[in-house]
């Protein structure tokens, strides 16, 4: 959402950074990407399902873990390589 800072700041620094970008793409990770800007009634169901009331939330879903592995609301690139080497095999 654009009036999250939480948000802009783990999409500047982990998510937007080709170290983090390229590590996805070799695992063939297909990302999404909810904007609640205006508040969504989808949205909101989707992270009650996960008892969230709010954002920033990311999740992985894998084969391994097909639930999903939720990551804390401030991301970090050590914290999602470490996710990416136990849940995903190397392409």
Known sequence: AEWCLSCAVNKKLVLEKEEIK???KN???KTLRADWTDRNDNILDFLNSYNKYGIPFNILYTPTKPDGFIF???LTKSQIKKALEKYIDVK
């Open 22 to 24: 390229k590590l996805f």
């Open 27 to 29: 695992r063939g990770i």
């Open 72 to 74: 804390s609301e401030i």
